[in-house]
């Protein structure tokens, strides 16, 4: 059983990945595909969708990982899978089964093989209806939260707690059997110990999605219950200082902002997701967490002989080029210099359709998104030279990420003139 973390690769993606697998693995009692053959446990394997190499564009994903003391060169990512051409006479659809995890749709090249082998899913996205409705002994849960691991977290806690409350004697020897020289551990302080790592790793996700439950636009009632949850694990293990949330947030989110060393193309698919709709049209979103004239100053460095809007658009064009885009958006996120949370939404229709479609989507979501037109660094004046349309804007409803902006693209590009 493979559980697939989304096409974003992101934090709340790849953890929710992990978790789910841990947990669905270790709480037999849940039913199973083997629960006419009680003694038969199924494996869950999280998948990561990301090659071990781009493991770098995700450093708070590293910073996280010692905490539940876990080592990223273990993770199972797309690089362990067969290559695309021969995954399904090597990997064949039918010796799969795949649950899904922050999205509700298998795409690319993982869906166009095992699209039909999709059993559950666990998500806050919007509702796709790809995935049966009846799913049998695995859950089908699509529900509005900050983070998709708070809903992880609370399908598996009454599992949970049996696990807790089952786990084992441990010793502090490495070597297999109980040898003389091993300490014990007390069954309750190494079940403590082992739920405050899980604990943390599904913490840090859901703190960093919705901004140590500060933003209003995300928090739900499932992000604060996980997180209360989460912390009374962490907390049953402390023999210590009394645990500090803000001090474990500012770390990770420290290592999510320290992305200098990343060129342009880095950013574009650090955090870039991806549909391909009616006719074969490819919509493709990158989001960033910089504003634009930071990127162009970006794209600058990455190439000095040309001005920084000439390169900035090369690079996007060479990205949408290879992953087959007709519609590229880049939404950024970031604080103004007078310490405000702001939006931008860049936006290049690359064929006749795309371009009729982001018209379409100016005149219907316009308003529900407050655009305002960007005017600066004179993006806007390379059409003529970009094969296309481009637009710019400020998106003054912070308040929609790209979770929100991204439908009302997808139904610009379905519907018809």
């Known amino acids: 059983m493979l559980t697939k973390a989304t096409g974003p690769k992101d934090l709340d993606s790849l953890v929710s990945a992990l978790l789910f697998a841990y947990l669905r693995s270790c709480t037999p009692e849940l039913p199973s595909y083997h629960s006419h053959q009680p003694n038969i446990t199924n494996l869950y394997t999280p998948l990561a969708n990301l090659s071990c190499s781009d493991l770098r564009l995700r450093p708070e994903f590293l910073a996280l990982l010692p905490h539940a003391d876990l080592d990223s060169s273990l993770l199972i990512t797309l690089d362990d899978l067969p ?5 399904a006479s090597k990997l064949p659809p039918g010796d799969t089964k ?7 749709a298998l795409q690319g090249d993982l869906g166009e093989v095992y699209g039909g082998r999709v059993s559950g899913t666990i ?3 919007e509702e796709e209806n790809q995935v049966p409705v009846d799913t049998g002994p695995e859950p089908r ?7 998709c691991t708070s809903l992880v977290t609370e399908y598996f806690r009454k599992g949970w707690d049996k696990l807790s409350a089952q786990a084992g004697l441990s010793f502090s020897d490495d070597g297999e059997g109980e040898p003389e020289s091993a300490t014990p551990i007390e069954e309750s302080d190494a079940g403590k110990i082992y739920d405050a790592q899980v604990a943390k790793l599904a913490l840090g996700a ?4 919705t901004a140590n439950l500060t933003s209003t636009s995300k928090v739900t009632p499932h992000d604060t219950r996980a997180v209360e949850y989460l912390e009374a694990k962490i907390a049953a293990a402390l023999d210590g200082p009394k645990w500090d949330r803000d001090k474990f947030y500012n770390e990770i989110n420290a290592a999510k902002q320290d992305i200098s060393d990343l060129s342009l193309e880095d950013f574009l698919r650090r955090d870039y997701k991806e549909w391909t709709e009616s ?9 960033i967490i910089k504003p634009l004239p930071w990127l162009l100053e970006k794209a600058n460095e990455d190439n000095v002989a040309d001005p920084p809007a000439t390169s900035f658009l090369r690079t996007l064009a060479d990205f949408a080029t290879k992953n087959s885009i007709s519609l590229f958006g880049v939404m950024t996120a970031s604080t103004s210099p007078a310490g405000t949370f702001q939006r931008e939404l860049f936006l290049w229709a690359r064929d006749q359709d795309s371009i009729s479609a982001m018209a379409r989507f100016e005149k219907n979501a316009g308003e529900k998104l407050k655009l305002r037109k960007w005017d600066g660094a004179g993006l ?7 094969g296309g349309m481009l637009k710019v804007w400020w998106q003054e409803e912070t308040g929609m990420s790209r979770k929100g902006v991204a439908p009302l693209l997808r139904r610009a590009l379905k519907e018809e003139e």
């Open 83 to 87: 290559p695309p051409s021969e995954r």
């Open 98 to 104: 795949w649950v899904l995890v922050d999205h509700n």
């Open 123 to 125: 998500d806050h996205h």
């Open 141 to 147: 849960i699509v529900e509005k939260s900050g983070s």
């Open 206 to 209: 859901i703190l960093i999605d």
């Open 279 to 287: 006719r074969g049209k490819k919509l493709g979103i990158s989001t």
């Open 380 to 386: 806007e004046a390379k059409e003529a030279e970009s």
